[in-house]
């Protein structure tokens, strides 16, 4: 099976994403990131983890005071290539598609984020306590800022 390119893969992602691709920063060679609408986020992962068949290797959830942005990082490695896909969830809703469905390996990162930062990932098997007590207190999420 032919390896695909980096201008292939990044240009499919364009493609697939069309108008809900915010933004697309070709950092370096090794590095891209990608800031697409939550909306499209399975479409995204499922033609980078089942068609380019890219490495999960983590995701990373912070309190940028208005929102919380969620950053999937994939590595292509026989192409050296880190591409990070980011979605920036508001608020007053902090709700995303969870990316279990596609691949099974997010599953504990989602539990994480939803623990510390209160995001809730639709569509997750058990959104339990994987870090804090079980009975630490609801609403209560120890790296958002506003609390």
Known sequence: MRQVTRTEIIENI???????LLDLNDRSERRVYVTIKKEILPKITRYLFNDVKVRFVIASGVDIRKAIEILYHFSIDEIGLIISLRVVLDKSNLEVDSLTSIMKCASWIEREIHELLGVNFKGHPNLKHLLLKDDWPKG?????KDQ
């Open 14 to 20: 364009k493609v697939r994403a069309g108008k809900d």
């Open 140 to 144: 209560n999420y120890p790296l958002r």
